[in-house]
């Protein structure tokens, strides 16, 4: 099992920025991606985007690129999402999440761990 932690979220105005936080523990050698995912009231949960625990991969949600960026520190097993020029339509409830090595996993595809979500408002 993995166990993830979110933590950054909150109240900023549009054009500003957040960074937000996701710690992983638990078996954290089986995980092969992190992802960022967000879910605004009314809408389905969407993929913002994703890095390889080796970090060789990134993938972006198209309407992110040049505003968000993912990284990630090994050593302390913690990805982040900064989100920059954020605007009203960002504002979500953002989880983190962890996808298991397998045949055939991709940054796009299935994740298998959660967090709990931590809100993210962005004020016009």
């Known amino acids: 099992q993995v166990q993830l932690v979110e933590s950054g979220g909150g109240l900023v105005q549009a054009g500003g920025s957040l960074r937000l936080s996701c710690a992983a523990s638990g078996r954290t050698f089986s995980i092969y991606a992190m992802g960022w995912f967000r879910q605004a009231p009314g809408k389905e949960r969407e993929f913002v985007g994703a890095i390889t625990w080796s970090g060789d991969r990134i993938s972006y949600l198209d309407s992110v690129k040049g505003r968000f960026t993912i990284s990630r520190d090994n050593a302390k097993n913690t990805v982040y999402l900064q989100m920059n020029s954020l605007k009203p339509e960002d504002t979500a409830v953002y989880y983190c999440?962890?996808?298991?090595?397998?045949?055939?996993?991709?940054?796009?595809?299935?994740?298998?761990?959660w967090g709990q979500g931590t809100q993210v408002t962005v004020s016009s």
């Open positions: 999440a962890a996808a298991r090595i397998r045949p055939g996993v991709d940054v796009t595809g299935l994740y298998d761990y």
